[in-house]
């Protein structure tokens, strides 16, 4: 059923962090994709963020590659070593928080979440079909009709069950609890349904389980699932979406938001002198 898939990012193409972007705010994605400007800093979640990435990558890995789970003193190692390889190659200042407010704090935070990771996290009846899976599909408009645009993304951990079922499942790191209804809205999701069905993965009418694991940035950090699906109307949904952005971005209307995304911003003076 499954078919062979495109060279990824071969021909135009467009992602999810795009579209997230541009919804989020107009003019940051003009700054970030369209001037491609340098950052002006950065937040210390996005180096955290990835070196735990690479530790939780490793270990599923080494279950798909090796049927053999690793340490956690060699996931902390692993994570350390990139996360401080990112802070020593930055180009810009990184912009640490109360929550961790210097490169040791952010060690030892990043050390806390692998362990909640590492002591929580249960595959039992779940076979790993494939780790950081890289997926492209045609963009097609609400009727049908197949545009020049790929939709790409990577998807972290897809997971299969006893009946053959897919759940996709997205590892993230956040300080706050997520809500079902953001979880149930996330377009993120809808984009790796949209990638899962249009690769034959699954039927095109068919209901794709997907699942946030989120380790939280708590005093004792703690491992959390959200579960959610998406249809084929959520991916109708979203090609509707997708394709409006494409057309916001082609008349160049780029619309400056303000919102919580404004605080970590790697383009606040940019917007502040536009």
């Known amino acids: 059923m499954k078919q062979a898939l495109q060279p990824f990012q071969e021909n135009l193409h467009i992602s999810h962090s795009q579209i997230f972007c541009y919804l989020a705010c107009g003019l940051k994605y003009k700054l970030q994709y369209v001037e491609q400007r340098p950052k002006e800093r950065i937040s210390l979640a996005l180096p955290l963020g990835s070196a735990i990435h690479k530790a939780i990558e490793r270990y599923y890995r080494s279950m798909l590659d090796d049927k053999a789970i690793v340490s956690l003193i060699l996931l902390e190692t692993l994570f350390e070593e990139n996360l401080l390889l990112a802070l020593d190659n930055s180009e810009v200042p990184v912009i640490f928080k109360n929550e961790a407010p210097d490169t040791d704090a952010a060690i030892n935070m990043g050390k806390g979440l692998l362990k909640a990771f590492y002591e929580n996290i249960d595959l039992a009846g779940m076979e790993i079909v494939d780790v950081e899976l890289p997926l492209s599909a045609p963009l097609y408009t609400e009727h049908g009709e197949k545009t020049d645009i790929n939709l790409i993304g990577v998807i972290d951990l897809l997971l299969k069950d006893a009946d053959d079922n897919y759940l996709v499942v997205d590892n993230k790191t956040s300080k706050q609890k997520k809500s ?95």
């Open 180 to 274: 079902q209804d953001a979880v149930d809205d996330d377009l993120q999701m809808t984009a790796y349904s949209y990638l899962l069905a249009t690769n034959g993965y699954v039927f095109p009418r068919a209901e794709v389980n997907c699942r946030f694991d989120v380790l939280r940035k708590l005093k004792t950090p703690t491992l959390e699932h959200y579960y959610t699906s998406r249809t084929a109307e959520n991916r109708r949904r979203f090609a509707k979406i997708a394709n409006a952005v494409l057309a916001g971005i082609e008349q160049r209307i780029f619309i400056p938001v303000k919102g919580w995304l404004c605080a970590d911003c790697p383009y606040a003076d940019a917007c502040s002198k536009w």
